[in-house]
C-alpha cells in the first residue's frame, strides 16, 4: 500500500468485512434507526401549533406539555446509544485482524482509523435512512383519522391577557401529529447528525487503541474497582431522601428559585453516576464473596468470571440501571399527582400510562445492550469455554453460568436503583398531601393529611420485569455458545 488511504477506499475497506462485521453493522443501523425516530418525532411535537391536530392524546394537545414530551424522547436516546455503542464490539477480534493487516499492507494509523471511522458511519447513516424511512412511512399508516373524543384548546390574546377557552366533543382525530412535519433543514440536520455523531464517537474511542501489524492493544486499566461510586451513591440518596425535610426545617421556598433545582440535578447527577460506576466494585464483590465458598459447577464458574472482569458486564449495565433509576422515580410521582387531583381526571393518569410505556421501551433497549455484551463475552472467552467442554463440563451448566452472571449483579443493583428512585421523589415531592378548605370569605375552615403511598406493586414489577427482559435477552446470547465451545477453537488465537 503507497500513498493516503482516501476515504473511498476506507469505506470500500469498511465493507469488505465477515459475517461478524455484517452483523454489526446491521445491529448499528437497528440502533441508529431507532435514535433518528425517536429525534425525529421530538422535532415533530416542538413543530406543533394551537391550530393543529386534534389529537387522541391530550398531552399531544397541550401546548405546556410539549417539552416534556421532547425531553422524553431525547432521554429515550440514552439507552439506543449505549446499544449503539455495543454493537461496535460485536466481532471485535476479526475487526481487529483486519486492522492489523491494513497496517501490514504499509497502511499508517490514520488508515486505519478512517477504515473504523468509515464503517461507523456507514453503519449508522443506513440507520439514519431506515429511521427516516420509518417515520415517513409511520405518518402515511397513522396519518388516517379516527372518530373519537378531542380537546381542543384555544389560547387567544385580549387588552395584554391570555385566555384560555376549551372545547371537548367527539369527531376526527389523529392518533399522532402526523399532520405536523418539521422543516426540511430540521430532517436533514438531524439525519446527518446520526452518523456524524458515530463517527466522532469512534474516533474518541480509538484513542485509546494502538493497532499495529502485529495486532491490536486496548490501554485498559488494571487496578481493582474503587469503592469511591459507592460513597457518592449513598451520599446522593441520603441528600436527596431528605431534600424536601432539610427545606422545611430551614424554610426555604422551593418553587420556582434556580438555586433548589441546580442541587437537584447536581445530586441526581450524583447518584446516578455513583450507581452506574460501582456496579463494577460490587460485581468484584459478589464474585470474590461467593469463589471461595459455593460449590455448585454454575455459581462457581459465573463468581470466577465477575472476579476476573467486573467491568465487563458494568458497561451494559449503565443504560439500565439509569432506566430503572428514572422509572422508579416516576412511579413515586405517580402515587403523588394522583393523590393529589380529582380520580375521575383521566388525564393525569393517561399522560403517566405513556411514561410508562417509554421506560419499558427504554429498558428492552437497555436489555438489548446487555445481550450484545453476553454475546461478545462468550465469542471472546471460546478458548476457555471450548477447554471447560473439553474437560467434561455440560452445555448446561455453562448456560446457566452465562445468566448467571448477567443476573448476580444485576438483581442487587436494579433493587438499589429502584430505592433510590423512589426515595429521591418522595424526598424530593413529600411523602403527605395536605388539603386545606377555605370559606367563600377565604377563611380556613381546616385541612385534611393524606399519606403518600410508596408505591409498591409498581416498583416490583419494574424490578421483575427488568430481570425477565434482561434474562430473555441473554438467553438469545447463548446461541453463539454452542459454535464457541467446540474442541477446534483451543486452536484459535484468544
Known amino acids: 500500500m503507497t500513498g493516503r488511504l482516501t476515504w473511498p477506499t476506507a469505506l470500500w475497506l469498511a465493507t469488505k468485512g465477515g459475517r461478524s462485521d455484517a452483523v454489526r453493522i446491521a445491529l448499528t443501523a437497528v440502533g441508529s434507526a431507532a435514535g433518528t425516530v425517536a429525534l425525529l418525532g421530538a422535532a415533530t411535537v416542538m413543530g406543533i401549533e394551537p391550530g393543529d391536530g386534534p389529537y387522541t392524546m391530550r398531552v399531544l394537545q397541550e401546548e405546556g406539555l410539549h417539552q416534556g414530551v421532547v425531553i422524553a424522547l431525547v432521554l429515550l436516546c440514552i439507552p439506543v446509544l449505549a446499544f449503539v455503542g455495543q454493537c461496535f464490539r460485536v466481532g471485535a477480534p476479526a475487526r481487529d485482524r483486519r486492522l492489523a493487516a491494513i497496517r501490514l499492507a504499509g497502511g499508517s494509523p490514520a488508515d486505519v482509523t478512517r477504515v473504523a471511522c468509515g464503517e461507523a458511519g456507514v453503519a449508522a447513516g443506513l440507520g439514519a435512512a431506515l429511521g427516516l424511512i420509518v417515520y415517513l412511512a409511520g405518518r402515511i399508516v397513522l396519518g388516517t383519522p379516527i372518530t373519537g373524543p378531542y380537546v381542543r384548546i384555544t389560547r387567544t390574546t385580549v387588552d395584554g391577557g391570555v385566555t384560555v377557552t376549551q372545547e371537548e ?164 410521582l405517580r402515587v403523588n399527582i394522583l393523590a393529589s387531583t380529582d380520580p375521575s381526571t383521566t388525564f393525569y393518569a393517561d399522560t403517566l400510562n405513556l411514561v410508562d410505556l417509554v421506560i419499558v421501551v427504554a429498558v428492552v433497549v437497555a436489555s438489548l445492550g446487555l445481550l450484545v455484551i453476553a454475546a461478545e463475552g462468550i465469542v471472546a472467552r471460546r478458548r476457555s469455554l471450548a477447554a471447560l467442554t473439553a474437560a467434561g463440563t455440560p452445555h448446561g451448566v455453562l448456560r446457566r453460568a452465562v445468566l448467571a452472571e448477567a443476573l448476580l449483579p444485576l438483581l442487587p443493583t436494579s433493587v438499589l436503583a429502584a430505592a433510590a428512585g423512589v426515595f429521591a421523589a418522595r424526598g424530593l415531592f413529600g411523602t ?22 410508596v408505591p409498591w406493586t409498581e416498583l416490583v414489577v419494574l424490578v421483575a420485569g427488568t430481570l425477565l427482559i434482561t434474562s430473555l435477552a441473554t438467553s438469545v446470547s447463548l446461541l453463539f455458545l454452542r459454535g464457541s465451545t467446540s474442541p477446534s477453537e483451543l486452536r484459535a488465537a484468544a
Open 432 to 453: 403527605t398531601y395536605v388539603q386545606r378548605e377555605f370559606s367563600t370569605t377565604g377563611q380556613l375552615l381546616g385541612e385534611r393529611i393524606t399519606a403518600i403511598p
Open 169 to 332: 366533543g367527539i369527531g376526527q382525530v389523529l392518533r399522532l401529529p402526523t399532520d405536523v412535519l418539521p422543516p426540511v433543514w430540521a430532517i436533514a440536520l438531524l439525519v446527518v447528525a446520526v452518523p456524524l455523531g458515530a463517527v466522532v464517537f469512534t474516533r474518541l474511542a480509538l484513542r485509546r487503541v494502538t493497532i499495529t501489524p502485529f495486532g491490536v492493544s486496548r490501554h485498559r486499566r488494571t487496578r481493582p474497582p474503587r469503592l469511591l461510586p459507592a460513597v457518592m451513591f449513598l451520599a446522593g440518596v441520603a441528600a436527596l431522601a431528605s431534600f424536601s425535610s432539610v427545606a422545611r426545617a430551614l424554610d426555604v421556598d422551593t418553587v420556582g428559585l434556580a438555586v433548589p433545582g441546580l442541587i437537584v440535578v447536581t445530586l441526581l447527577l450524583l447518584t446516578s453516576a455513583g450507581l452506574v460506576l460501582g456496579t463494577a466494585a460490587l460485581a468484584a464483590g459478589i464474585g470474590g464473596f461467593l469463589a471461595p465458598r459455593v460449590r455448585h459447577p454454575t455459581l462457581l464458574i459465573a463468581a470466577r468470571r465477575l472476579a476476573a472482569d467486573p467491568f465487563a458486564g458494568s458497561r451494559a449495565f449503565g443504560a439500565l440501571l439509569l432506566t430503572v433509576l428514572i422509572g422508579a422515580g416516576a412511579q413515586g
